[in-house]
Structures are given as structure tokens and as C-alpha cells.
């Protein structure tokens, strides 16, 4: 491919003798949709740490836009572009809807007051939240949390964005608004990283999927290779 | 606008009621220690409030800046003014110091640095002959500058003015982005690192104006008692009390910190005349309890579950 | 050095209250000091202080249990700003239990009186206190039963494994919240025990609670959390530490030692010696 946006090369981390990556390595176009997926400790959420930075990888490189970023603090990361949401919703609490988005507007895009709330409904709109900017973040139900994190990640203006099981326990129709809203940001020009479990919409968003099984890629390729792959079939159902 | 107003008239106020004639010393020698909290108060909460990071070592940072006062004044004669300059400048490097040792680590390893430091900087003075070791140093007061009857006065006065400079600044820091930064860094530090705030940088800049204002409101210690020792300035009172203070009044918002150093210190005047110093402690300590547990958000939260604002 | 092994003893408690539980337990030197002045009072009616340390250990357990109980339903179960008001809980209770003793006993010291205490073993050139070697033996002793017991009994590796893994542990079936609470009793009978060795070894007043924080969590980080015979070691290097400052400049600069040790350790490897 031609430079990629994200280069991750043989990265490992380590949790005292437990291996959580080995010698990871994917690289990423710009503007690709991009899934991951694997059972439950294969390492995604750690993968996804040591690229957004909350966690430094032990070894290996990692390059974003092809400025290596492993030793940049994960604040920096966010400045540079890459934004991401969690797994198990992560929100201000003692802000309103609003707020949360004010702060991703200030501190990574570096807007004034009135441009960032203006900036902030303006993702809100589009997520579909826009009628509880004014409510406290604490009193959100679990699908406007999730949906709180992706328009959090979204405020930050990112080049990459990387959501971290944002449609589990979501209904059909909510799996839907949410591809939707990918899909659309993904039009817009951001590159996405998905890690999901529900299958029918890593198939449908995904343009490559990898696998990760105990801390190592078990396969890579597109949705319907994946699905049909014995590896990934066996790590998923068990030995 | 409002505030300033306001605080314009409480300054006024304060030195009206310092020129006057009427009331007794012993009015200004309280009023001057529940302002002196007023100080400490906000100046914890700052850390501990806004970005939810508990500094149990007010007693030194409050101590550090009696005695850089103390230096001062013995070598060079320093004016009152100085002393209190050098008093912040010297605790803002202090907190400065331990934030850049702790604050990268969870907030307990935080608080238990900060009771290492009281510990260590007691030892330190204990162990330094010039400013009197353990037993202490007496000072001789400058004159007292007119119109200003006593210097007890004089320094209820610059005590008014050090509590209305606190708040202030608490109040900048509280309705600013910082404070929105500090605040994302309570709620959910992961989150904030993620959402581009940079936690240490602001976690140490919060410590830091922390540790200055609280050595702010200890340089005028010695000159208001004519004496300095160890095992007093130190008192681990001056945390507990640094402490429960936001903590009854509520933490979100800068008037919690004046709510509760009004409350809690005059509490704590009339219990330690009227029945005891250590019975005082005890007071201090159940009311921290009792609030923690069943009021977290202290008189404020009460107000606001009792009165709901439209927002 | 003994007094080294004497710190461990006393820091045990912490170690798996804090260590392994991540209970943010400032007041667990309080406690202990608590446990001196019970050793205190049951020797007034004649009991020897180590058979009153043991006496105590069921109460404190039971104390423990409550106190955590408490702490859990106040604060852990609400999580959020749990953290801070938690910490303050146990800076407020430290002071509380501080302040009772004052009211109760006095600002004086206290010092109980056994056969042992007073007299030293004599080798060659030393002399060894023997109200030493007895906190030595005891602290041995319960080092050694505590990481047994946590490595070999079915409750003991659940603890072990709450620390690390709570979720997986409810899928085993066990109650982590029970686990816990069985836990922190431990550390407070433990502590009870620790209190009596404390009187045991010199006179015990109410303000020592603050030093021992320094002590106990220097003791418990620079093992790292969670290590009980990193615990030992450390408790050891605390000791040689204190007696070699004790030795050169003087009594005045002892109580920073431990403090310092803690900072230093902060700093430059906040994960300790055996950490996880």
C-alpha cells in the first residue's frame, strides 16, 4: 500500500510473565476500515491501549502518519490524531453531555468557549444525542454512554479513530445507527478501526479484518476469509 | 463582576472593622486563624477538590512557608510582604517536587508521599539550629505600621486579603478550562489523558498553586505568634482540618472551602476554649467521617438536593 | 536487624490490606496502636502481652470485618470519587482512634512488664534484648503462617486471587466481596498481634500512629505490593536503615528515615523489590 497512516511493527507487552502481545505487526492505509476481532484476552484492548497510549509497549515500533509515537505520552497521541472510545464506557460524570465534549474540543483541537460548544452539538446532532447535551453525563443509559464515547472520540477531529466494542448489547437497530454513523465518518475521510464481537458488523464495515488469538495475529485478510478460516473458527469455539 | 464586587466589600469590611476601635483582641486573633484556614482550605481543594488528588501534607507545605518567613525575616529583615512572597515561592517548589516524584503514580502513593513529606521537613527544621531546632525561635515584631492600632490588626487585615486572593485564583482555576481539564482528570484520568489532556502537566501546575497559597497563608504565622517551633507548625491538625474543610462545604465549587473553613473553624475556636484542644481534634475528625460517608458533596450538595437549580 | 524483622511483623497487616486488597488503609497503624493499649489494659488484669496479643486477634478480626464492611458499603460499591472520600475516611478514622486514645489513656506513655522484658541474652560482645528476639520469633512466625496460608489454603489463594482477578473469580463461585472482607480481618487481627509486639518492644503513645505510617507503608511498597516475604526483606532493609541514621546522626533524624526510604522508592521504583 502506499505509506500507511498506522504502522505497528512487532510489538510486545508484557504483564509480568504473561505475554498480552507478541510480536504484533499490522499496518493500516488511510481511509481504510479496518476490523479486529478475536475471543476474549487475545489482546485487543491491550493492542488498542499501547496505540492510544494508555499503555507503552515493552517492544516494537509504532508509527503514526510515519512519526514514531511509542514513547509520546498518550495526550500527545490524541493531539496527533488518533482518538479513541472504551470498551466499558469511560464518561465525565460530573459533566453534562456537552461538557464531556468540550473537553476533547479544547484540549485536543484547541478551539475557544463558543466555538467548541458550537462544535460539540454539532457532533452531538449527529450521533443523535443532541436533545441530552444539557444532561449530567451519569444519568445516561448504557447506549447513550456508548454513544457518548464514540462522540467523544469524534470531538477530537481524529485522522484515526479506533472503537473498542462500541455495539455490545446493543439491539439490531441500534447496531445499525452506529454503522451508520462510521460509516458516514468514514466517508468523511477517517480511518477506523473497529473491534467488535458482534460478526455481522465487522462483515459488513470491515475492507480487512485480523484475528488475534493469546496475543499473536492467528490470520488476516477480508471478512469472508476470515469467517471462513478453521484458525479463527478454533480459537473462538475453543481447541 | 458580582464577585469582585463583593469581595472589593469584604476586604473593605475586614479593614473597617480593623481600624475601629470597638472589639475585643480576642475577636481578631480568632477571626485571623478561621481566614488562615479560609487559605488552606482552598488551597486544597484545588488539588484535591478539582482534580481529586488527596495532599495530606498541608501541615508542611503551611509549616515550610512559616519558616522561609522566619529566615527571611532574621537575615535579611524582610517586610512582611517579602515574607510572604518567599513563603509561597519556596511551598510552590515544594509541591512542585512532589508532584514530579508521585503524581505519575496512583493517588494513595500521592496522599502517603505527602504525610512523608511533613515528616521529613519536621525533621529537617528540628535538626537546623537557625531557625531554633526543636525548641523553637522567638521573634521580635517590627513596629506596627499606622493606622493599624495592632499588629494583630495589621495582620487580620493581610490574612482578609490572602483568603480573597486564594479564592480567587480558585475561582479562575475552577471556571476555567483548567478546572474542566482538572475536573475530566477526576472523573476519569484514562479518559482525559485520551481526550488530550495532559494529567501530569496540569496535576503538577494544581499542586503547585496549591503548595504557594497554602505557604502564602503560613508566612504570617510567626510574626502573628512572635514564635516558631517544630512540633506546632507542623501539626498535623493544619491537614485534617485542610481537608475535612472542602469536605463539609463540598468540593465542586470554590465557595465549599470558605463554607467550610467558616464553619469548621469557628467550631473548632469556640470547642478548643470552651472544652478542649483535643476534644477539638475529635470534633473535626467525626465531622470529616460523618460528611464523607453521608454527605459527599458536602453543604453545597445539601443545598442543591434541598434547592435545585434550574440550570 | 531484628528491629528490622520487628517492622515486617507490623507491616504484614498492611501488606494485605493495602498490598493485595488495595484498601487505602492509612489507619491501619492507628489500629494497631489501638491493639498496644488493649495488650496495655488486659495486662493490668495479669495476663502475659503475648497470650493478650493473641487474645485480642479474634476481636480485631471481627473489628476488621466491620471496618470493611463499612468502608465497602460506603464507598467501594459507589466507585467513582470512592477513591478520595475512602482515603479521607481512613485519614479521619486514623484521627479518631489517635484522639479516643488520647481521652481514654492520656498523652503519656505506656509500657506493659514481662519476665522478658528488661533483661538481655548476652553473646560474647552483644547484648540482645530479649523483648527483641520475642517480636523477632513472633514476626517470624506469623511472616511465615501468613504466606502459607495464602499460598496453601483454598481462602488463602482466593485472596491472592481477588487481588488480581476479580471477575474471574466470581465465575469460580466464590464471593469476592466475603473474600475480602475475610481478608481484611486477617490484617486486623494480624495487627492486634503486632500491636502487642509493638508495647512489648519499648513504651506506646498515641501519636505513634503517624510515624508508623511512615514505617508500615515504607515497609509495603519497597516490597512491593502484595509480596508477603518481600515484606520480611523489606521490613529488614528498613531496620539496618534506621540503626545505621540512629548510629550516625542521631535520634533527632530517625523519623525521616523511613519517610525518605518511601520517597526515594516512589520515585525511583514504585513497584518494589518483588512487585506484581
Known amino acids: 500500500m502506499a505509506a500507511p497512516l498506522l504502522k505497528v511493527q512487532s510489538v510486545s507487552k508484557h504483564f509480568g510473565g504473561f505475554a498480552a502481545l507478541s510480536e504484533v505487526s499490522i499496518a493500516i492505509a488511510p481511509g481504510e476500515r479496518f476490523g479486529l476481532i478475536g475471543p476474549n484476552g487475545s489482546g485487543k484492548t491491550t493492542l488498542i491501549n499501547c496505540i492510544s497510549g494508555s499503555l507503552r509497549n515493552d517492544a516494537g515500533s509504532i508509527e503514526f502518519q510515519g512519526e514514531e509515537i511509542s514513547s509520546l505520552p498518550a495526550y500527545r497521541r490524541t493531539r496527533k490524531g488518533i482518538a479513541r472510545s472504551f470498551q466499558i464506557p469511560r464518561p465525565f460524570h460530573s459533566m453534562t453531555v456537552l461538557e464531556n465534549l468540550l473537553v476533547p474540543s479544547q484540549y485536543v483541537v484547541h478551539l475557544k468557549e463558543a466555538e467548541a460548544q458550537a462544535q460539540a452539538m454539532e457532533v452531538l446532532r449527529r450521533i443523535g444525542l443532541a436533545d441530552k447535551a444539557h444532561a449530567q453525563a451519569n444519568q445516561l443509559s448504557q447506549v447513550e454512554l456508548r454513544k457518548l464515547e464514540l462522540a467523544r472520540a469524534m470531538a477530537a477531529r481524529p485522522r484515526l479513530l479506533i472503537s473498542d466494542e462500541a455495539m455490545a448489547g446493543l439491539s439490531g437497530s441500534e447496531v445499525d445507527e452506529v454503522l451508520k454513523i462510521l460509516f458516514a465518518l468514514n466517508a468523511d475521510g477517517i480511518t477506523i478501526i473497529m473491534i467488535e464481537h458482534i460478526m455481522q458488523a465487522v462483515m459488513r464495515f470491515s475492507q480487512r479484518v485480523i484475528c488475534l488469538d493469546a496475543g499473536r495475529i492467528i490470520c488476516e485478510g477480508t471478512p469472508e476469509s476470515i469467517v471462513a478460516n478453521a484458525d479463527v473458527q478454533r480459537a473462538y469455539l475453543g481447541a | 463582576m458580582k464577585y469582585w464586587i463583593g469581595a472589593a466589600v469584604a476586604l473593605a469590611v475586614a479593614a473597617g472593622m480593623a481600624l475601629s476601635g470597638a472589639t475585643n483582641e480576642y475577636f481578631f486573633y480568632a477571626a485571623f486563624v478561621v481566614l488562615q484556614f479560609v487559605v488552606l482550605a482552598t488551597a486544597w481543594n484545588i488539588l484535591g477538590g478539582y482534580a481529586g488528588y488527596v495532599n495530606f501534607g498541608t501541615a508542611a507545605f503551611f509549616a515550610i512557608g512559616a519558616y522561609t518567613a522566619v529566615v527571611l525575616f532574621k537575615w535579611l529583615g524582610a517586610p512582611l510582604a517579602v515574607q510572604i512572597a518567599g513563603g509561597a515561592a519556596v511551598s510552590a517548589a515544594l509541591g512542585f517536587g512532589v508532584g514530579l516524584l508521585t503524581l505519575r503514580l496512583r493517588g494513595i502513593f500521592f496522599a502517603i508521599a505527602t504525610v512523608a513529606v511533613i515528616f521529613i521537613m519536621e525533621t529537617l527544621m528540628v535538626n537546623w539550629r537557625y531557625v531554633g531546632g526543636a525548641t523553637g525561635l522567638q521573634l521580635l515584631r517590627p513596629d506596627v505600621t499606622p493606622p493599624f492600632e495592632s499588629y494583630t490588626r495589621m495582620l487580620f487585615v493581610v490574612m482578609a486579603f490572602l483568603a480573597i486572593a486564594a479564592v480567587s485564583v480558585a475561582r479562575y482555576v475552577q471556571r476555567s478550562w483548567i478546572g474542566r481539564g482538572l475536573r475530566a482528570i477526576r472523573d476519569s484520568e484514562e479518559a482525559a489523558e485520551c481526550s488530550g489532556v495532559p494529567t501530569l502537566k496540569l496535576k503538577l501546575f494544581a499542586c503547585t498553586v496549591s503548595g504557594a497559597l497554602m505557604g502564602a497563608a503560613g508566612a504570617p504565622m510567626p510574626m502573628y505568634l512572635s514564635f516558631i517551633e517544630p512540633a506546632s507548625s507542623f501539626n498535623l491538625t493544619y491537614s485534617v482540618s485542610a481537608l475535612a474543610m472542602p469536605m463539609i462545604g463540598g468540593t465542586a465549587h470554590w465557595i465549599g472551602p470558605v463554607i467550610g473553613a467558616f464553619l469548621l473553624g469557628s467550631i473548632q475556636q469556640i470547642v478548643t476554649v470552651t472544652i478542649s484542644n483535643e476534644i477539638n481534634v475529635l470534633v473535626v475528625g467525626v465531622l470529616l467521617v460523618l460528611f464523607v460517608v453521608l454527605a459527599p458533596d458536602g453543604v453545597l450538595g445539601l443545598f442543591r438536593k434541598l434547592w435545585p437549580r434550574r440550570s | ?276
Not at chain 3, 84 to 98: D, Q, T, Y
Request: with cysteine; net charge positive; aromatic share 12%.
Open chain 3, 1 to 276: 536487624m531484628l528491629l528490622g524483622c520487628f517492622y515486617a511483623a507490623v507491616s504484614i497487616g498492611l501488606s494485605v490490606s493495602f498490598g493485595l486488597l488495595d484498601v487505602p488503609h492509612v489507619a491501619h497503624p492507628a489500629v494497631m496502636i489501638l491493639g498496644s493499649y488493649f495488650t496495655y489494659v488486659l495486662t493490668g488484669y495479669g495476663l502475659d502481652p503475648i497470650v493478650a496479643g493473641v487474645v485480642l486477634m479474634p476481636a480485631f478480626f471481627v473489628l476488621g470485618i466491620l471496618i470493611y464492611r463499612f468502608y465497602y458499603e460506603a464507598f467501594e460499591k459507589r466507585g467513582t470519587d470512592a477513591a478520595v472520600r475512602g482515603l479521607a475516611f481512613f485519614f479521619g478514622l486514623a484521627f479518631i482512634i489517635e484522639v479516643g486514645l488520647i481521652l481514654g489513656f492520656g498523652v503519656d506513655q505506656r509500657t506493659v512488664h514481662a519476665p522478658y522484658i528488661g533483661s538481655s541474652l548476652v553473646l560474647g560482645e552483644y547484648r540482645i534484648p530479649y523483648r527483641m528476639l520475642v517480636a523477632f520469633g513472633v514476626a517470624l512466625v506469623l511472616t511465615f503462617l501468613l504466606t502459607i496460608y495464602l499460598s496453601s489454603t483454598f481462602t488463602g489463594r482466593a485472596i491472592k486471587a481477588v487481588a488480581q482477578d476479580e471477575p474471574a473469580l466470581r465465575l469460580m463461585g466464590a464471593n469476592p466481596v466475603r473474600i475480602k472482607q475475610w481478608a481484611f480481618g486477617i490484617a486486623t487481627g494480624v495487627s492486634a498481634l503486632a500491636g502487642a509486639m509493638l508495647i512489648i518492644v519499648g513504651p506506646v503513645e498515641p501519636a505513634m500512629d503517624r510515624l508508623y505510617i511512615g514505617r508500615t507503608f515504607c515497609v509495603v511498597v519497597l516490597a512491593g505490593l502484595g509480596s508477603m516475604t518481600g515484606t520480611l526483606a523489606a521490613g529488614l532493609i528498613l531496620g539496618i536503615a534506621e540503626s545505621i541514621v540512629l548510629m550516625m546522626l542521631g535520634a533527632s533524624w530517625a523519623p525521616a528515615v523511613a519517610f525518605g526510604l518511601l520517597l526515594v522508592v516512589l520515585g525511583v521504583r514504585p513497584q518494589g523489590l518483588f512487585g506484581r
